[in-house]
């Protein structure tokens, strides 16, 4: 008896085994996806991490700003009061804590623009890069010191000393004018109002030119 | 003679298969540190703020300074008792002993390095690793003839207010000169147009 029936489980046997890959090539596919393995290796993230590659200084910023270039996104990852009382020009506004809604997905994971990520100090902004670091997204970068920094190298740079190098006078005057360029007066600017008037001027040359011309033609 | 070529064709494809099979398993490397923490709940972590020590509190008995500075300014001056973990080979073997080690004996590993900014990245990338006992000392390091300085200091504290800043210079330079500056303060946006309108002004007497 026992024998016939083996027997007749054994004529099954491939039918079987067929099965069960069958079932189990299924349930492979049904497998949920294993979120928390989403991302970059940990060992690329970590090279990445120590790399001062992401950073970018203010005077860069700065420069890239005041010639506009439009390839530069800005982001402000501190919460909306902060955001509203001073921000950089043209920034946008992803508090720390929306970076991963799917609203602002498109500003983060894209190609077309250089993303710059500035917070107080660089440690949110950092928090932010190390998190889309790790989601593979590319062209973002870190404002080096946020906007601390951005005060006291560009808003209110310090006067070299005399004896500084002429490095030092050249930058100084650099920041000088982008500082200028982004609302600070100096006292000087009005009594010569020539370096003044050439700055901000930069944005409007055209207005400028046909105001001009008309006041000479009345002479 | 038909059925041995038969059965040596079958045993060939069958070891062949078999070799292939083998080749696939040992050639799958399984990744060595694997995330226990999704981007989320790192986020939300990293929202709750709830990760910072301060110099006052670090005599607690659970708590394990560990440096992340290189070796030679670790060496130069560092804190009491503390441990030497360069950042860059925080996952190496040995090192990530170190905190499972200390993970399983319910202590606390309190990173930190010139500044919390140094610092920030590492633990991140630890915490998202699974070492969920980890905190940051948010001091500041430097060196005052070669002996160490340990500072509290505040994470991203903003040290100025700009806008006040901004308009406190303009407030100042409007001093020095005529009336029309004042208007200009008031529109601190607008500058260049106003400075448009006295150019010709001034060219045309």
């Given at each position: 008896?026992v024998?016939?029936?083996t027997?007749?489980?054994?004529a099954?046997?491939?039918k079987?085994?067929?099965?069960?890959f069958?079932i189990?090539?299924?349930?492979?596919?049904?497998?949920?996806?294993y979120?928390?393995h989403?991302g970059?290796?940990?060992e690329e993230?970590?090279?990445?991490?120590?790399?001062p590659?992401r950073y970018?200084s203010?005077?860069k910023l700065?420069h890239k700003?005041?010639n506009q270039?439009?390839s530069?996104?800005?982001i402000d990852v501190r919460?909306?009061e902060s955001y509203t009382k001073?921000?950089l020009?043209?920034?946008?506004?992803?508090?720390?804590a929306k970076?991963?809604?799917e609203?602002?997905?498109?500003?983060l994971n894209q190609k077309?623009y250089?993303v710059v990520l500035?917070?107080?100090?660089?440690?949110?902004?950092?928090?932010?890069?190390v998190?889309?670091?790790?989601?593979?997204?590319?062209?973002?970068?870190?404002?080096?010191?946020g906007?601390?920094?951005?005060?006291?190298?560009?808003?209110n740079?310090?006067?070299?000393?005399?004896?500084?190098?002429?490095?030092?006078?050249?930058?100084y005057t650099?920041r000088?004018?982008a500082?200028m360029y982004f609302?600070?007066a100096?006292p000087?600017?009005y009594k010569?109002?020539t370096?003044?008037?050439?700055?901000?001027?930069k944005?409007?040359i055209?207005?400028?030119?046909?105001?001009?011309a008309?006041?000479?033609g009345?002479? | 003679?038909?059925?041995?070529?038969?059965?040596k064709?079958?045993?060939?494809a069958s070891?062949?298969?078999i070799?292939?099979i083998l080749?696939a398993v040992?050639?799958?490397?399984r990744?060595k540190?694997?995330y226990k923490a999704?981007?989320?709940?790192?986020?939300?972590?990293?929202?709750s703020?709830?990760?910072f020590?301060?110099l006052?509190?670090?005599?607690n008995p659970?708590y394990?300074?560990?440096?992340?500075?290189s070796?030679f300014e670790?060496?130069?001056?560092h804190?009491?008792?503390?441990?030497n973990?360069y950042?860059?080979?925080?996952l190496s073997?040995?090192n990530?002993a170190?905190?499972e080690e200390l993970k399983?004996?319910?202590k606390?590993a309190?990173l930190y390095?010139k500044n919390p900014?140094?610092?920030n990245?590492?633990?991140?990338?630890l915490y998202?690793?699974?070492?969920d006992?980890?905190?940051i000392?948010?001091?500041?390091?430097?060196y005052n003839e070669?002996?160490?300085i340990?500072?509290n200091?505040e994470?991203?504290?903003s040290v100025?207010?700009?806008?006040?800043?901004i308009?406190e210079?303009?407030?100042?330079?409007?001093?020095n000169?005529?009336?029309?500056?004042v208007v200009?303060?008031?529109?601190k946006?607008?500058?260049?147009?106003?400075?448009?309108?006295?150019?010709?002004a001034?060219?045309?007497?």
């Amino acid at each position: 008896m026992v024998k016939k029936k083996t027997a007749k489980f054994l004529a099954f046997r491939y039918k079987i085994l067929a099965l069960i890959f069958v079932i189990l090539a299924g349930g492979l596919v049904l497998l949920p996806k294993y979120e928390k393995h989403e991302g970059i290796k940990s060992e690329e993230l970590l090279s990445n991490i120590i790399s001062p590659e992401r950073y970018i200084s203010t005077d860069k910023l700065a420069h890239k700003l005041i010639n506009q270039d439009p390839s530069y996104l800005l982001i402000d990852v501190r919460d909306e009061e902060s955001y509203t009382k001073y921000t950089l020009p043209n920034a946008v506004n992803i508090p720390l804590a929306k970076l991963l809604d799917e609203d602002f997905e498109m500003f983060l994971n894209q190609k077309q623009y250089n993303v710059v990520l500035f917070s107080n100090d660089n440690f949110y902004a950092d928090q932010a890069w190390v998190l889309c670091n790790r989601l593979g997204y590319k062209n973002l970068n870190v404002l080096k010191g946020g906007i601390n920094q951005w005060y006291k190298t560009i808003i209110n740079p310090e006067k070299p000393l005399e004896n500084m190098p002429a490095e030092a006078f050249e930058l100084y005057t650099f920041r000088k004018a982008a500082s200028m360029y982004f609302g600070v007066a100096y006292p000087e600017q009005y009594k010569t109002a020539t370096v003044a008037k050439k700055e901000p001027a930069k944005k409007v040359i055209t207005v400028k030119k046909k105001k001009k011309a008309p006041a000479e033609g009345g002479c | 003679m038909k059925e041995l070529e038969k059965t040596k064709r079958i045993s060939i494809a069958s070891t062949l298969f078999i070799l292939i099979i083998l080749i696939a398993v040992l050639s799958y490397k399984r990744p060595k540190h694997l995330y226990k923490a999704n981007s989320k709940i790192t986020l939300e972590k990293m929202i709750s703020n709830d990760y910072f020590v301060s110099l006052d509190e670090i005599n607690n008995p659970d708590y394990v300074l560990i440096d992340v500075r290189s070796q030679f300014e670790f060496e130069k001056g560092h804190l009491e008792n503390a441990l030497n973990i360069y950042a860059p080979e925080i996952l190496s073997d040995d090192n990530t002993a170190v905190f499972e080690e200390l993970k399983e004996k319910n202590k606390t590993a309190i990173l930190y390095g010139k500044n919390p900014n140094d610092v920030n990245a590492p633990f991140m990338l630890l915490y998202q690793l699974g070492y969920d006992n980890l905190k940051i000392l948010t001091v500041e390091n430097s060196y005052n003839e070669n002996k160490l300085i340990t500072k509290n200091t505040e994470i991203e504290k903003s040290v100025a207010d700009v806008n006040a800043f901004i308009a406190e210079s303009i407030k100042k330079a409007s001093i020095n000169s005529d009336k029309e500056v004042v208007v200009k303060k008031v529109v601190k946006k607008v500058i260049t147009v106003k400075k448009k309108k006295k150019a010709p002004a001034e060219g045309g007497c």
